[in-house]
């Protein structure tokens, strides 16, 4: 088991740029596939991205790419989601995940595909 905690949340315009981080605990980090997922209210969670433990390869959802990236860096057991071109549409709670040697592909966009899960940073976006 990892734990997980989100951080980098906030308000900001259409247009504007967030980064989020999720720091994990212990020392196996590299091994963990981590993705991002987001929920707004009334919604099922849904997908956004997700990167490999092995080799970092990463995958995305159609709504996000081009204005998202993630990125690991391993030495720091952390996570990022950099969010830039930020739409009201991308106004949700995200939540970050880890699933040890965990699959990549469009296997990591589903729920199920991980059990390790943080409390969530809430993201506003306003028009």
């Known amino acids: 088991q990892v734990q997980l905690v989100e951080s980098g949340g906030g308000s900001v315009q259409a247009g504007g740029s967030l980064r989020l981080s999720c720091a994990a605990s212990g020392s196996t980090f590299a091994t963990y596939t981590m993705g991002w997922f987001r929920q707004a209210p009334g919604k099922v969670r849904e997908f956004v991205a997700a990167i490999s433990w092995t080799g970092g390869s990463t995958y995305y959802a159609d709504s996000v790419k081009g204005r998202f990236t993630i990125s690991r860096d391993n030495a720091k057991n952390t996570v990022y989601l950099q969010m830039n071109n930020l739409k009201p549409e991308d106004t949700a709670v995200y939540y970050c995940?880890?699933?040890?040697?965990?699959?990549?592909?469009?296997?990591?966009?589903?729920?199920?595909?991980?059990?390790?899960w943080g409390q969530g940073t809430q993201v506003t976006v306003s028009s």
């Open positions: 995940a880890a699933r040890q040697f965990g699959a990549s592909g469009q296997a990591s966009a589903k729920v199920g595909s991980y059990n390790n």
